[in-house]
């Protein structure tokens, strides 16, 4: 019996390593620092901002089309900043697409949406040029893979 019950602890030690393992592994990294500033960078499909939020700021919303958001802000605050934003993406095959950055204010955050088109399950990486507060310029590079809704 006490074997018994050692082998199931055994296994379900096992199991719950493997479930963990393979969590971290889906983990997106969202954010890059760079000196005292966080950039914090999303894609996401345009069905996501409400139809009132898409009238007041003009954008577009429809089954093919995402935004790139990217924010900046200091690493020991909350506070967004303005920043010079500007990029493009391309595809497996290297078509490229520039990517024209609207800057949104929102109380105390300032965030950079880009719409871009999109073909279902399309993978595309993102090269964003930014110029910080301080007037560095740093690169952020990531890749995402999109999905129709």
Known sequence: ?????????????????????????KTIENHQNFGD????????????????????????????????????????????????????????IQQSRNLDFQEVRDNKAVYYLAPFRFNDEENLTFNIDLVLPDGSTQQLTFRRQLHKN
């Open 37 to 92: 500033y966080r950039v914090t960078y999303s894609v996401f499909n345009s069905d996501f901002i409400s139809p009132e939020i898409a009238r007041h700021y003009n954008l577009v919303r429809a089954a093919d089309r995402a935004f790139v958001n990217i924010s900046v802000s200091k690493k020991d605050g909350t506070e967004g900043v303005s920043a010079g934003v500007s990029g493009n993406a391309t595809n497996l």
């Open 1 to 25: 019996m006490k074997r018994l019950f050692a082998a199931f602890i055994s296994v379900a030690l096992l199991l719950w390593a493997a479930a963990a393992a393979a969590q971290g592994a």
